[in-house]
């Protein structure tokens, strides 16, 4: 299976201010169509996960653009660049060029 | 708008069965791959299965492997997930997820999930 490990697992942002999630996986994630199917997503307390971001920098449909997403190969940053009170929740990457599909563990976003 | 609505959730003693419904609304559901994903209570995600659009192919993790079934009606706009020999496991929110295009099975929209718990 393709693991995905991320950091940190929690962090503590003041409103305004940037966060940076990493996410490592196993193996590459560099399909042969030329497509790197790494994906983020911010699940919201008591909601279901929300799509952010699609082949590591796409940002999906109604996404604010202080969300981005960036990296290669088995390395991938999610960044907020200036982090609002509604962005706290858990962030997951997932990878799908592998089956199983694989989650990466969480980070956990509070604001200070 | 899309929309996904899961029902089906509930108590069942170990050993037993329950068949999950998904409605879709808001896309041409045939023309997309569905999955269901669950998250244990306090856990993380974990990916259950997924069907093709025309319900040609079908996945499974290793871990539901042989006891669930997805399936899907095109015609009902409903997947389905049929959920055998249940364990204290298998405890958990139940999402299934539209998939954003066949080339990868990566979701773009969630329902709000079903909860099962399985305890005598």
């Known amino acids: 299976d393709v693991v995905m490990t991320q950091t940190p697992l929690s962090l503590s942002v003041t409103p305004g201010q940037p966060a940076t999630i990493s996410c490592k996986s196993s193996?590459?994630?560099?399909?042969?169509?030329?497509?790197?199917?790494l994906f983020w997503y911010l699940q919201k307390p008591g909601q279901p996960p929300q799509l952010l971001i699609y082949e590591v920098s796409n940002r999906f449909s109604g996404v604010p653009d202080r969300f981005s997403g960036s990296g290669s190969g088995t390395d991938f940053t999610l960044k907020v660049s200036r982090v609002e009170a509604e962005d706290v929740g858990v962030y997951y990457c997932m990878q799908s060029i592998r089956l199983p599909i694989t989650f990466g563990q969480g980070t956990r976003l509070e604001i200070k | 708008e899309v929309q996904l609505l899961e029902s089906g959730g509930d108590l069942v003693q170990p050993g037993g069965s329950l068949r999950l419904s998904c409605a879709a609304s808001g896309f041409t559901f045939s023309s997309y791959a569905m999955s269901w994903v669950r998250q244990a209570p306090g856990e993380g995600l974990e990916w259950v299965s997924s069907i093709t659009g025309s319900a040609t192919s079908t996945y499974y993790a290793d871990s539901v492997k042989g006891r669930f079934t997805i399936s899907r009606d095109n015609s009902k706009n409903t997947l389905y997930l049929q959920m055998n020999s249940l364990r204290a496991e298998d405890t958990a929110l139940y999402y299934c997820?539209?998939?954003?295009?066949?080339?990868?099975?990566?979701?773009?929209?969630w329902g709000q999930g079903t909860t099962v718990t399985v305890s005598s």
């Open positions: 193996q590459s994630l560099l399909q042969s169509d030329g497509k790197t199917y």
């Open positions: 997820a539209k998939v954003r295009y066949a080339g990868s099975l990566g979701m773009d929209v």
